[in-house]
């Protein structure tokens, strides 16, 4: 396509050459290198028709239709409505300015035209949020969100902050088939996880790339479907507000680890899903007096005790368990505590 235009750039600047010859050859004289004159400028023309074409046509059409493409459709709507007023406020100003003599009759009304447009597609854009909640109040649209209770109840929309993704759990609890919806991923948790992964700390830069290869694999598995949603709330600063915001807009449903979020989505009123909740309520019910073998691989903080691990993680101190250390031992539980880290069990050696 570049080629043709450029072809047709080289035939248009050939043709305004030709029109300068025509129109004034005195220009060029009449001496023996008129003709060389004449034919250096009719070149001179027709390269800068071949070079300057596509910068006139291609390439801003280019940018425009990238420019078009980046915007969300609430923008491109919103971009087209406040263009749409603006010209229609340049036209009824542009009657009375009309009436000035020339050229400020001829130039005024068509740049209040072009000014009021641009400011109004400008303005509107930049408004869309407060114009969208000013259309919903007066019952022009309706977005789907918490009033669509059916809806919502039919399939919920889980909004995922940064935590539950680097956590990387979520895929196989979603793999299993026990998560059920829809996915939101928010940009911004994306731009987070890119700024973990571009981060110079190797643990950091690790755990930053975990969460997007976790991202890709939930939405290359389809067990769930997954949203990139694009909100960007600017009045709202901080990221966790932005999740708690956009949850209440959609089903009121957010999946985080995040200890300070789960408590302020939870005095929202909003569902929160805890992934380490999760993993401890599936842990298997231990009782006194329950009988378990379990390998003692370290010494505990208090003298004799030895310290062993179930199959789930779950801590067993072994009272007196010290001189069993590196091999595997039949032990009593004799008690069980529920603490902020976990559930510590407490038994002693089988026949002792």
């Known amino acids: 396509m570049i080629r043709v235009i450029r072809l047709v750039g080289a035939a248009l600047g050939l043709l305004v050459g030709l029109s300068f010859v025509v129109g004034g050859t005195a220009i060029f004289g009449q001496g023996a290198y008129a003709g060389a004159l004449i034919s250096a400028w009719l070149v001179a023309w027709l390269v ?24 969300s459709t609430a923008e491109f709507v ?23 003599p020339a050229p400020l009759g001829t130039w005024l009304p068509l740049g209040v035209s072009i000014t009021l447009g641009l400011g109004m597609s400008g303005l509107t854009v930049a408004k869309r949020h ?24 039919g399939d919920p929309h889980v909004v995922v ?12 609890i979603a793999e299993a088939g026990f998560l059920q919806g829809t996915l939101v991923v928010p940009r911004v948790v994306l731009e987070e996880l890119q700024r973990i992964a571009d981060s110079p700390d190797t643990m950091r830069r690790a755990r930053g790339r975990r969460g997007l290869e976790i991202v890709a ?28 915001a956009m949850a209440r807009a959609r089903t009121g449903v957010i999946l985080t680890n995040d200890f300070n979020l789960n408590r302020v989505a939870e005095i929202q009123g909003l569902r929160v899903m805890n992934v380490n909740s999760l993993a401890n309520a599936l842990k298997p019910a231990v009782l006194p007096g329950e009988e378990l073998r379990v390998r003692v691989i370290q010494e505990g903080k208090e003298a004799g005790q030895g310290v062993g691990f ?5 801590m067993i101190v072994v009272e007196g368990g010290a001189r069993h250390l590196d091999r595997e031992v039949g032990v009593v539980v004799t008690r069980v ?3 902020v880290a976990g559930r510590m069990i407490f038994a002693q050696p089988r026949g002792e």
């Open 48 to 71: 800068v028709g071949f070079a300057v074409l596509p910068y006139l046509t291609i390439v801003p059409a280019a940018w425009l239709t990238r420019s078009v493409q980046e915007l």
């Open 78 to 100: 919103t971009a087209v409505l406040g263009l749409l007023l603006g010209l229609l406020m340049g036209l009824l100003l542009g009657f009375p300015l009309a009436a000035f």
């Open 130 to 153: 407060d114009l969208i909640l000013a259309a919903e109040a007066i019952g022009l649209v309706r977005r789907r969100g918490a009033e669509d209770a059916a809806l919502r109840r």
């Open 161 to 172: 902050d940064t935590s539950a993704i680097i956590d990387g759990r979520i895929a196989d």
């Open 217 to 244: 694999r939930l939405q290359k598995e389809d067990r769930v479907p997954v949203e990139i949603a694009d909100e960007a709330l600017p009045e709202i600063p901080e990221v966790d507000g932005k999740l708690v």
């Open 310 to 314: 179930l199959d789930d993680g779950t």
């Open 337 to 339: 505590l529920q603490t």
